[in-house]
């Protein structure tokens, strides 16, 4: 039996339990708790937390969750999960339907298993690294795609990234060769969609760990390629690539 297999169950237990409740969840009960700059964060966000965390708790493993931070010491080679109880909180809110559930297992800087739940289209998508991956139990793969100008990109400007024009002027240079970009809202999706083979890449700039650690698992566990480097000074912060194959990203870049 493959290593994590327990834990691959427990947090797909815990994506489904926290989706749901997020999916019966009315549009006029999805109160804005606070919003600050291009954040804003839901009183849902904590419950879907409070559901999962609870669901965890009997793992021992420490966590880093989006809401409550770091439980336990993280980051040492005791694995630890990796908890976004609600990415795509926009959508969410206003109720457009591109949203989910995302928890992983890393160890250190490296993931290990993932967990997405689309819970608007009840897709549970899971991989363990190493092992495969799966969206509803049926095996996914990458698309395997070599050329960008045939590639489907995904991307976005999350909270965190530098909106200087030359930055973004830099970022778009750089994307402009793909066939097509889109645009989801929501980090986790967007990586559990490539590693589905309905996207071929993923590239955002100053994302939070938990937006893609579970969805970094998926592509891995899927046969795809990712990078993700650490942004000096700013705690779980992170440039991402990810793609069906290495050749649509020059390494180096």
Same mark, same amino acid.
């Given at each position: 039996?493959?290593?994590?297999?327990?834990?691959?169950?427990?947090? *797909?237990?815990?994506?489904?339990?926290?989706?749901?409740?997020?999916?019966? #969840?009315?549009?006029? *009960?999805?109160?804005?708790?606070?919003?600050?700059?291009?954040?804003?964060?839901?009183?849902?966000?904590? *419950?879907? &937390? !409070?559901?999962? #965390?609870?669901? +965890?708790?009997?793992?021992?493993?420490?966590?880093?969750?989006?809401?409550?931070?770091?439980?336990?010491?993280?980051?040492? &080679?005791?694995?630890?999960?990796?908890?976004?109880?609600?990415?795509?909180?926009?959508?969410?809110?206003?109720? +457009?339907? #591109? &949203?989910?559930?995302?928890?992983?297992?890393?160890?250190?800087? *490296?993931?290990?298993?993932?967990?997405?739940?689309?819970?608007?289209?009840?897709?549970?998508?899971?991989?363990?690294?190493?092992?495969?991956?799966?969206?509803?139990?049926?095996?996914?793969?990458?698309?395997?795609?070599?050329?960008?100008?045939?590639?489907?990109?995904?991307?976005?400007?999350?909270?965190?990234?530098?909106?200087?024009?030359?930055? #973004?002027?830099?970022?778009?240079?750089?994307?402009?060769?793909?066939?097509?970009? !889109?645009?989801?809202?929501?980090?986790? +999706?967007?990586?559990?969609?490539?590693?589905?083979?309905?996207?071929?890449?993923?590239?955002?700039?100053?994302?939070?760990?938990?937006?893609?650690?579970?969805?970094?698992?998926?592509?891995?566990?899927?046969?795809?390629?990712?990078?993700?480097?650490?942004?000096?000074?700013?705690?779980?912060?992170?440039?991402?690539?990810?793609?069906?194959?290495?050749?649509?990203?020059? !390494? &180096?870049?």
């Amino acid at each position: 039996m493959p290593d994590f297999i327990d834990e691959l169950r427990v947090a *797909e237990r815990a994506a489904l339990a926290a989706g749901k409740w997020l999916g019966q #969840l009315p549009l006029s *009960e999805r109160a804005v708790d606070s919003a600050e700059g291009r954040d804003i964060k839901l009183a849902a966000d904590r *419950e879907a &937390e !409070r559901i999962i #965390l609870q669901a +965890l708790s009997a793992s021992g493993r420490p966590v880093l969750s989006e809401e409550q931070g770091t439980i336990g010491q993280v980051g040492t &080679e005791s694995p630890y999960w990796v908890v976004d109880p609600l990415d795509g909180t926009m959508n969410f809110k206003r109720g +457009l339907g #591109l &949203e989910c559930v995302s928890i992983a297992l890393w160890r250190r800087s *490296e993931p290990l298993l993932g967990v997405v739940y689309d819970f608007d289209r009840d897709e549970l998508f899971s991989g363990l690294v190493g092992h495969g991956a799966w969206c509803n139990a049926q095996p996914i793969r990458v698309s395997g795609l070599d050329d960008r100008g045939q590639a489907v990109l995904a991307t976005g400007f999350p909270v965190g990234r530098d909106y200087a024009a030359d930055a #973004l002027a830099a970022f778009v240079g750089g994307i402009q060769s793909f066939k097509k970009v !889109r645009m989801l809202g929501t980090a986790a +999706l967007s990586l559990a969609y490539l590693a589905s083979g309905r996207l071929d890449a993923y590239w955002e700039d100053g994302i939070r760990l938990w937006d893609v650690a579970a969805g970094l698992a998926l592509v891995e566990a899927a046969g795809g390629w990712s990078r993700h480097r650490a942004v000096a000074n700013l705690a779980f912060q992170m440039d991402v690539k990810a793609a069906a194959n290495a050749a649509l990203f020059d !390494r &180096e870049a």
